[in-house]
């Protein structure tokens, strides 16, 4: 991201206090050049630890990634979050 971006700022975090999947969430705001053209992008994050279905001693770290512009962001959010809820083990995987 810092590559890319002419500016980063961490604008907000918490934790995600959930026994099945505890997790943290941060949003980031970023400026950016692309094609060309200035933007001024927000990106949300999701970090969501869940065991191993197979095997309970192992953990993943599943990230979650939204990344809009400034005047998109509010409008794609609420799906953004209702898609991470989705997000669970499949207990019915084969190994």
Sequence with gaps: ???AAT???VTGRREIDSADAPGFTQTLAVSAVVGGVPRDLVQSQVYLSMLDVADPHE???I???LT????QHPAVLHDF???VRT???DSNAAS
Excluded: E, G, K, Y
């Design 59 to 61: 953990r993943v770290v």
């Design 81 to 83: 979050q209702d898609f």
């Design 63 to 65: 990230r979650l990634v």
């Design 68 to 71: 809009a512009t400034a005047s």
């Design 7 to 9: 500016s980063v700022v």
């Design 1 to 3: 991201m810092s590559q």
């Design 87 to 89: 997000v669970s083990p």
